[in-house]
C-alpha cells in the first residue's frame, strides 16, 4: 500500500487517497503510518469508516489526534439501521464530535431503504453545534441490492421513487475515470460505486508486473467508460432505445444500480459494441472538453 501511494503520486491528476473497505481502522498504527506518508507527499486523505472504534468520547479523541497528527484531512462515517445492528449509533457521535474538535471535515452516510428503521433524532441532538457549523454534515445515500446476488434481505427503495430519488439515476457518471480504485486482489478498476468489482468493463487492468501510474498510462481509450463519463447509463440507454424500441433502465434511485443494470444487459451492451462508430467522435469531443482539453487530458 505504501509503494502504490508513491506509484499515485507519479500521476500528476491524482489529488487524493481514499482508505475504505471493509473497515480500514482494522489496518491499525498501519493507518496511521499510510495516512502519514501521503501526506508527506501532498495528497489529501479520507477514511471511511463505521466508527466502531469509538467507544467513548475520550477513545475517540485520542484516537482522532492521532489521525490529524499524521496529516488526515476527511472523514466519512456510514451508519443507518443495518449499520446500527453491530455498531450504536453514540460511537458514530463520539467520532465526529471528536473529528469536528480537530477541524476534520465529517460527513455521516445514513443509509435509506424502504426498510429502514432508523432515527437519526439523536445525530441531530448530540452534534447540533457541529452541525451548525458546517464542521458535520449529514447525507443521505440510498442501500442498494448487490449485484453479485450476495445479499440475503430484500431491499427496496420505492419510497425515494414516488418523492423523485430517480434523478439521482440520470445525468453523467462524474467518478468514472476520475476516480480509480485499487482492491484488495490489486485490480484497478475506473470508478469507485459499489457493483464495480462485479463489471468487467470498468477494470483497468491488474497490479503485478505494472506499477499503478505504468497501468493507468498504457490503458486503452474506452469508449464505454468515456460515454458513462459524459452521458452516464441512462444517457447510453436512450441511445440503445433507437435500436431496441422501448428499451429502458428499471427504474432505480442510484446511477451506480443503473450502470450495472445497463453493461449486465446483453442486448444494450450489443447494440453498444454494433453502433459504437457512430458516437464515438461526439463522446470523445465531449469527454475532452469536460476534462480541460486535449492536453490536459494527456497528464491523467
Not at 127 to 136: D, G, N, S, T
Amino acid at each position: 500500500m505504501h509503494s502504490l501511494i508513491d506509484e499515485a503520486k507519479r500521476i500528476p491528476s491524482i489529488q487524493r487517497v481514499v482508505f475504505t473497505g471493509g473497515e480500514c481502522f482494522l489496518l491499525g498504527s498501519d493507518l496511521d503510518a499510510l495516512i502519514a506518508h501521503a501526506h508527506e507527499l501532498e495528497l489529501e486523505t479520507r477514511v471511511i469508516t463505521n466508527a466502531y472504534w469509538a467507544v467513548d468520547d475520550a477513545i475517540a479523541r485520542d484516537r482522532v489526534a492521532i489521525l490529524r497528527n499524521a496529516g488526515l484531512s476527511e472523514m466519512m462515517i456510514s451508519t443507518g439501521t443495518f449499520h446500527q445492528r453491530f455498531v450504536p449509533l453514540a460511537r458514530v457521535v463520539h467520532a465526529a464530535r471528536a473529528a469536528a474538535a480537530k477541524k476534520i471535515p465529517t460527513r455521516i452516510a445514513i443509509e435509506v431503504c424502504d426498510q429502514q428503521t432508523f432515527d437519526e433524532t439523536l445525530l441531530h441532538e448530540e452534534l447540533a453545534p457541529q452541525i451548525a457549523a458546517r464542521q458535520v454534515f449529514l447525507g443521505h445515500d440510498p442501500w442498494t441490492t448487490d449485484v453479485g446476488g450476495r445479499g440475503k434481505s430484500t431491499i427496496t427503495n420505492d419510497d425515494l421513487l414516488a418523492n423523485g430519488g430517480s434523478k439521482r439515476a440520470l445525468g453523467r457518471c462524474a467518478q468514472i475515470l476520475d476516480t480509480i480504485t485499487v482492491t484488495p486482489d490489486q485490480q484497478v478498476l475506473a470508478c469507485c460505486g459499489f457493483p464495480m468489482e462485479q463489471l468487467p468493463a470498468l477494470k483497468i487492468g491488474a497490479l503485478g508486473s505494472a506499477a499503478l501510474d505504468d497501468l493507468v498510462r498504457d490503458a486503452p481509450n474506452d469508449l464505454l467508460k468515456m460515454w458513462l463519463h459524459v452521458a452516464g447509463p441512462q444517457g447510453i440507454a436512450e441511445f440503445v432505445a433507437r435500436y431496441v424500441p422501448g428499451y429502458q433502465l428499471p427504474p432505480s434511485v442510484s446511477i451506480c444500480e443503473s450502470c450495472a443494470a445497463l453493461q449486465l444487459d446483453s442486448r444494450a451492451m450489443a447494440v453498444v459494441a454494433e453502433h459504437a462508430g457512430e458516437i464515438i467522435e461526439s463522446v470523445f469531443a465531449t469527454f475532452t472538453h469536460l476534462n480541460g482539453g486535449l492536453e490536459q487530458l494527456q497528464a491523467f
